[in-house]
């Protein structure tokens, strides 16, 4: 591991568990179902946030979002649709996994929602 990644992973204060959907045939009835499926868990990361503020000279207020950012190993997948579960900081917070990962040598980032549903 290189002294960079080694220094990156210092900052990560938080864990968290993927979970994938998959289609699962029942051996005894044959029918295939779709359950949620642990495919990594207690791997460390950091949730970054960002306050995103968009103003106009109109009389309307302020929109005031919030972006999220989790950072992970690179060789970790996290595939589209992935339910992400974060501990951090004493809270834990489902994410859903929202575009594509930014993946460079040492870490990744991938933007994330809040966990509504399944899509």
């Known amino acids: ?9 210092s900052l990560y ?3 968290c568990t993927i979970f994938e959907l998959q289609k699962v045939k029942d051996p005894i009835t044959h029918q295939t179902s779709t359950i949620e499926v642990k495919v990594f868990e207690n791997q460390k990361c950091k949730l970054s946030y960002e306050r995103i503020t968009s103003a106009n000279q109109t009389t ?3 929109t005031i979002a919030q972006s999220t950012k989790l950072f992970i190993a690179p060789e970790i997948v996290v595939k589209s649709g992935s339910k992400i579960v974060v ?8 994410f859903s996994r929202s575009g594509e990962p930014a993946i460079f040598t040492d870490h990744q980032e991938v933007k994330l929602e809040l966990f509504k549903e399944y899509a």
């Open 1 to 9: 591991m290189s002294a960079r990644r080694r220094a990156i992973e």
């Open 60 to 62: 309307a207020p302020a």
């Open 13 to 15: 204060k938080g864990i």
């Open 87 to 94: 501990t951090q900081q004493g809270r834990t917070t489902a």
